[in-house]
């Protein structure tokens, strides 16, 4: 998975190069899942066609538009990439051409069909994408599809611009991921639960041995597993927990540690840097060492458990699971890092290696389950390499999983989510719920009448009064029975939209959108789920799961 | 059918702008005029032409603006391709500004983006007063600094009331990998860039003491290579200094380095670290540019237009887990340096040396290398510290070891305080108290 990155300036491609500043995000083997994947845009609309801009900029493998229309005047107004010069001319081919000159890495093919003649003419032909992207769908087009995706396992990434309002649907039967990036990871450093090395290395460590220079600069993990020991023998196995106690601590690392070490000139023992450290790490250091819920939950999965299917990350799950029942007593495999602190390179480097060295032996026992889960099954050896499994190990502590739902089931649905107070939701106006709804209604209002809300400037008024039945219509099938607006205002100000695409209002969807596929792809970082609403008049969103 | 005006071609935007709504800006008039003034008479400057600023382009042309000027000082490198879409291989050394006002131009007809390749300090106060709204896609906190006091400068009042007609909104975007916030300054009004200077996170620097004695990261060992040993062994001559985009550059600091994480078992050093941390690189991505210049634009577009209420007055974006954004109302800090009326008092003891009031300058108002003088009884000036002239510098630099009672600085007396943050100088009036422990 993790293929080496280059090392000398004789080895940096151009390509290197052109992509340095997302190499930094997402690695080389993130890059190289990128290169080998391929998706699908239906419809060139503005919305679309910036969607397929931030991938083809950051080197996807190849994209193929699925589009029967025809450049119009409108869409030459609103998208980059339809020239005006090409109106009357078949979307597909000219966005295809124009998208293909941002980079010439990537293989571009259209087809000039609609997506409904595709599904019943070809109803495979999805399943070979990476990604499907649609865009400008009606409501019945629109639950073919899903349905047909969702039959298939394709991911479905369904983007809307309408008006000043946005909105992404994520249809996505299961996603794993192993590299999430958290923003806020804790340390894992075991100071609870030290390892046989951990404490070997601890207990070689004499504080009252030392000159100043060498309690200075000696790492705080040392300083706070001295305390952690002297606080043990005089309040019980328990860490400090609460404020008092944590003051405490703090004053055994601050006045007893460094106790009787003769103190450099101009400095007082208590003041060094590292026991600054140390204190400040109080909080964070000692928390107690456990699987956390995120993990608990995909090693409690069904799949972990049965383990039907011959899939990587379900194995390595599985011999995780493993480890953790039986080696790891109760804790994932080490991470093997270290944060930096004030130290001498040596016992620093020392510090960092006792951490290294379980974390190669703790992936080593993973391997082995792995091997045994895959010898009892009559799987292939070659199912799972062994440089997975280290990754994950790496990463156990931020394991995520995502499983979805249909978006054709949605839309045949009686229900909104049980924790849904539609009520209430309707009281307020930038409600997320109600924009979802909104977004619903004009489309079953194109189901009904052919043509959106507002599209013609003659119709505004008579729309605004057909909209309201349609709204209060799916209400009623969405089993709310006398839900209403108490006013028209949102009703009013999706007919003023009259589905106007503002290229802005696109540019941003698309944006968003993109990095959703990105995320499939490389599966790193999580992805939403499973339903993004963007209010531009009130700059705000919300993620609603559906 | 007109090559030019084609029908239909504003057919997405005359739905907002002509049709009126119970939810638009209580200013909005609907009307076909808010289109011609967009089209024929609205000016915005764009300030850079980077990720942001390529965006903004093609944003701000397809949302009917045409008088749009762009200034930006650099010239395209390989590693703008992955996202600078205006820009292609053969453009590698061309100035971003010229490229992408010419792409424009050529691919939407009647766009008229006028390009400046130049540093925004060559440009006065004619020129940026010049402008409806000024919107920046920016990776330099000193020139949005800059930008802000400008605009500041341009304000006008009257017995102390702000005349509005004088307020040119400044709509600013910032990204850094995943993550991005836009705002909307209205100068003298909310909450400007210098209120909020802490929302920029500090510049972390590796202490010289680890990097000399005590290496324990990758990083600490290209930072040995960069700081001690180049300037130290001089290896492509003399005086000549580090140039992040020359790779045998690069390569002679990532060898050192290597050797000596070698030395010390350290792990980690690559040729990709080496050109990340002396060119401090900020990880970038097409999706991030594209969302916040869109952002960024819809704000432009609603300034201009009225036609929908306007961001108030800061979001953050973050898709590294969902797409999450926080929008909120960042406060004014009512004795900001830049945009407050309030008279800014320097408060010392009269036995402070100047080299401390010159350290909380940089301090307090994250000033970069501010040069300090001051206007005797008969209104002559005296510098007492200017450091980026030399010869002055040298001249004054035993100024700083002197107490302000021996620089003979009377309580009340004005200092003005020169910086690469502001285009302007700013006054200070020292607040001078005997000292206590005489
Ligand atoms: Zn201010």
Known sequence: ?546 | MSTTNWNGRWFHLRKVLERGGPLAHPDFQASNETLDFLLENCKVLVVGAGGLGCELLKNLALMGFRQIHVIDMDTIDVSNLNRQFLFRHSDVGKPKAKVAANFINERIPLANVTPYYAKIQDYDQDFYAGFHVVVCGLDSIIARRWINGMLISLLTYEDGELDPSSVIPLVDGGTEGFKGNVRVILPGMNACIECTLDLFPPQINFPLCTIAHTPRLPEHCIEYARLLQWPKENPFGEEIPIDGDDPNHISWIYEKALQRANEYGILGVTYRLAQGVVKHIIPAVASTNAVVAAACALEVFKLASSCAPKLDNYMVFNDTDGIYTYTYAAERNESCVACSQIPKDLVFDENVRLSEVMEHLSTTYQMKSPGVTTTDQQGRNRTLYLPNVSSIEERTRPNLKKTLKELGLKDGAQLIVADVTSPNSIEFHLKLHASMDT
């Open chain 1, 1 to 546: 998975m993790a293929s080496p990155s280059p090392k000398s300036p004789g080895q940096i491609s151009d390509k290197s190069k052109k992509y340095d500043r997302q190499l930094r995000l997402w690695g080389d083997h993130g890059q190289t899942a990128l290169e080998s994947a391929n998706v699908c845009l239906i419809n060139a609309t503005a919305t679309g066609t910036e969607i397929l801009k931030s991938l083809v900029l950051p080197g996807i493998g190849s994209f193929t538009i699925v589009d029967g229309a025809l450049v119009s005047g409108e869409d030459a107004g609103n998208n980059f990439f339809l020239d005006h010069s090409k109106i009357g001319k078949p979307r597909a081919h000219v966005a295809t051409q124009l998208l293909k000159e941002l980079n010439s890495d990537v293989k571009g093919d259209y087809i000039e069909e609609t997506c409904d003649q595709l599904l019943s003419n070809n109803p495979d032909f999805f399943c070979s994408f990476s990604v499907v992207i649609a865009t400008g769908l009606t409501e019945k087009s629109l639950h073919s599809l899903s349905s047909n995706l969702w039959h298939n396992n394709v991911p479905l990434v369904v983007s809307v611009s309408y008006g000043f309002i946005g909105s992404i649907r994520l249809q996505v039967s299961e996603h794993c991921i192993i590299e999430s990036h958290p923003d806020n990871l804790l340390e894992d450093l075991r100071l609870d639960k030290p390892f046989p090395g951990l404490k070997e290395f601890m207990d070689s460590i004499k504080l009252s041995e030392m000159n100043h220079k060498q309690f200075s600069h000696t790492p705080y993990l040392v300083l706070l597993y001295k305390a952690l020991e002297i606080w043990n023998e005089r309040h019980g196995p328990n860490p400090p927990l609460n404020y008092k106690e944590k003051e405490i601590f703090k004053n055994i690392i601050k006045n007893e540690l460094g106790y009787g070490i003769a103190k450099e000139e101009d400095s007082n023992t208590g003041d060094e840097e590292n026991v600054a450290e140390a204190i400040k790490a109080v909080n964070t250091a000692l928390t107690k060492t456990q699987v956390p819920s995120n993990v608990q939950k995909i090693l409690n999965d069904d799949q972990c458990i049965q383990l039907k299917e011959k899939n990587s990350f379900w194995i390595i799950a599985r011999a995780v699971k493993e480890f953790v029942e039986k080696e790891g007593n109760g804790v994932l495999p080490l991470r093997g890092s270290l944060p930096d602190m004030t130290s001498d390179s040596q016992r620093y480097i020392a510090l960092q290696n006792v951490y290294r060295e379980q974390a190669s032996k703790d992936a080593e026992h993973v391997w082995r389950h792995v091997q045994t889960i895959l010898k009892e099954r009559g799987w292939a050896g070659e199912s799972v390499i062994e440089n997975d499994v280290k990754l994950f190990c790496k990463h156990s502590s931020e394991l995520r999983m995502i499983r979805g739902s249909c978006l054709a089931e949605e839309l045949d649905g009686k229900q909104l989510p049980a924790d849904v107070d539609i009520n209430q939701q309707l009281e307020e106006p930038d409600s997320p719920w109600l924009h979802y709804l909104l977004l619903r209604a004009v489309n079953k209002f194109h189901t009904e009448n052919g043509s959106y809300p507002g599209y013609y400037d003659d119709n505004v008024e008579t729309d605004i009064s057909k909209l309201k039945g349609c709204f209060s219509r799916l209400l009623n099938d969405l089993g709310c029975q006398g839900g209403s607006l108490s006013k028209d205002d949102n009703l009013h100000e999706m007919c003023r939209y009259g589905a106007a695409e503002l290229h802005a209002v696109a540019a941003f969807i698309g944006g968003c959108a993109a990095q959703e596929v990105i995320k499939l792809i490389t599966k790193q970082y999580v992805p939403l789920d499973n339903t993004f609403i963007f209010n531009s008049v009130t700059t705000t969103t919300a993620t609603l799961r559906l």
